[in-house]
């Protein structure tokens, strides 16, 4: 099993939809967790972290469920320009850092 | 920006061949990591420096090493290169020290490497 897994995608939507991304992650001692955005041929960028207590910014919430090793990611009134790879990073304490494999999304006009 | 570079942007090398991939992170952040990213794959984790010193390695082979500069630059070197190397090699800094594990990590662009 991978330590960190990724819903597979591509996930194909309108403008304007709502779309989530789901990820899970096997090792309960995992302490951050993190959603990055990758576009076709570029290095990560952070999208946000996230948090117990659930977080937001702009269109994007992000959800953690500890209990059963859940983060979650929405993105509401999708634009052309969310069109990326969606990656789920778990830290498990110092340096050791798990990326899934990712999820694609491409918005449609 | 990051202000996070690395160089080369493309490198081909043949089979058997070693490579020196290098990395230049911002003014501050004593921390870099170096990551492989196969294509239509998340980046997975080589190895972690701190203040010069190496301190934490994924599952890569002795082959893959690195070193780290006190003027904030970095290297990975790769020896008796194989196909399956072939990847988008990312470093990544970090500001504050290792074993903060809510640290933001700022990516380079990437080289990619293709072995033939």
């Known amino acids: 099993r991978k330590e960190v897994e990724q819903d597979p995608g591509p996930f194909n939507v309108p403008e304007g939809a709502t779309v989530a991304f789901n990820c899970t992650y096997s090792?309960?001692?995992?302490?951050?967790f993190f959603w990055y955005r990758q576009d076709c041929r570029k290095e990560p960028k952070l999208l946000m972290s996230?948090?117990?207590s659930g977080n937001e910014d702009g269109r994007f919430t992000a959800q953690l469920n500890r209990a059963s090793q859940y983060i979650s990611l929405l993105i509401r009134d999708s634009k052309l320009s969310d069109s990326a790879t969606y990656l789920c990073?778990?830290?498990?304490?110092?340096?050791?850092?798990?990326f899934g494999a990712g999820t694609r999304l491409f918005v449609k006009a | 920006e990051t202000g996070v570079t690395q160089s080369p942007t493309h490198l081909i090398k043949t089979r058997g061949q070693q490579v020196t991939l290098r990395c230049s992170s911002q003014?501050?952040?004593?921390?870099v990591s170096w990551y492989q990213q196969a294509l239509g794959q998340g980046p997975q984790f080589i190895f972690q420096?701190?203040?010069?010193?190496?301190?934490g390695r994924g599952n890569f082979p002795p082959r893959f090493s690195g070193l780290q500069f006190p003027n904030y630059s970095s290297e990975l070197n790769v020896n008796a290169l194989e196909l399956d190397d072939s990847a988008l090699y990312l470093c990544?800094?970090?500001?504050?020290?290792?074993?903060?594990?809510?640290?933001?990590?700022?990516f380079g662009p990437g080289t990619r490497l293709t072995v033939l």
């Open positions: 090792n309960s001692a995992s302490q951050s």
């Open positions: 996230v948090y117990s």
């Open positions: 990544a800094s970090s500001p504050r020290g290792a074993g903060t594990s809510t640290d933001t990590q700022y």
């Open positions: 003014s501050g952040h004593n921390t």
């Open positions: 990073v778990v830290k498990t304490g110092g340096f050791k850092t798990i």
């Open positions: 420096y701190y203040r010069e010193e190496e301190n």
